[in-house]
T-cell receptor, first 117, second 111 residues
Framework: GAGVSQSPSNKVTEKGKDVELRCDPI?????LYWYRQSLGQGLEFLIY????????KSGLPSDRFSAERTGGSVSTLTIQRTQQEDSAVYLC???????????????FGPGTRLTVL | RKEVEQDPGPFNVPEGATVAFNCTYS??????FFWYRQDCRKEPKLLMS?????NEDGRFTAQLNRASQYISLLIRDSKLSDSATYLC????????????WGLGTSLAVNP
């Protein structure tokens, strides 16, 4: 079946502009995660959605970052007034409902490479 | 102290070698543990979960020592295709399903 998809695959923007990154999780997966990975660095957790529960936003680095998940499926990560330090690969992952097979595994999309000039 | 720490690497080994990666975690309440693999400029993919009793999948063996808060991954008979970054990952306790990622250890298997 289809995996996690993300769009755009690459985004180049100017400092100060807003950007929106999209994630389509695997159909039926209840959990959705956003991470970012800077060059040569590990994955940094940003935000986590689980079903209808309030999202865990503890990893968002500043109030310029926000995310929403509509209808329990597609998610959009928005970065306002982008800065050069926001340049990174933004990765989305989804996982099945608790109690189902592989529910602890996170399936990643290919990422969006964001470059802020 | 980082929540998940790994050998810094890189590891350069010849084909056929056995290589071991180590990882320590700081939260003793952590419940689930994983090794992910990430190829250059690609997304991470689950290699294997790590169980208390230890588990093996072909050439790969994972071990967990809860008392020492230590996780290991052993790769036997290394192949060129094993070249990648190996990420140690820990999931929080209870309903906290946030994954905490190590920085990864780079492995290069040489002909």
């Amino acid at each position: 079946g289809a995996g996690v998809s993300q769009s755009p695959s690459n985004k180049v923007t100017e400092k100060g502009k807003d950007v929106e990154l999209r994630c389509d999780p695997i159909s039926g997966h209840t959990a959705l995660y956003w991470y970012r990975q800077s060059l040569g660095q590990g994955l940094e957790f940003l935000i986590y959605f689980q079903g209808n529960s309030a999202p865990d936003k503890s990893g968002l680095p500043s109030d310029r970052f926000s995310a929403e998940r509509t209808g329990g499926s597609v998610s959009t990560l928005t970065i306002q007034r982008t800065q050069q330090e926001d340049s990174a690969v933004y990765l989305c992952a989804s996982s099945p409902a608790p109690g189902t097979h592989s529910y602890n595994e996170q399936f990643f999309g290919p990422g969006t490479r964001l470059t802020v000039l | 102290r980082k929540e998940v720490e790994q050998d810094p690497g890189p590891f350069n080994v010849p084909e056929g070698a056995t290589v071991a990666f180590n990882c320590t975690y700081s939260n003793s309440a952590s419940q689930s543990f994983f090794w992910y693999r990430q190829d250059c400029r690609k997304e991470p993919k689950l290699l294997m979960s790590v169980y208390s009793s230890g588990n093996e999948d072909g050439r790969f063996t994972a071990q967990l020592n809860r008392a020492s808060q230590y996780i290991s991954l052993l790769i036997r008979d290394s192949k060129l295709s094993d070249s990648a970054t190996y990420l140690c990952v820990v999931m929080g306790a209870g309903n906290n399903r946030k994954l905490i990622w190590g920085l990864g250890t780079s492995l290069a298997v040489n002909p």
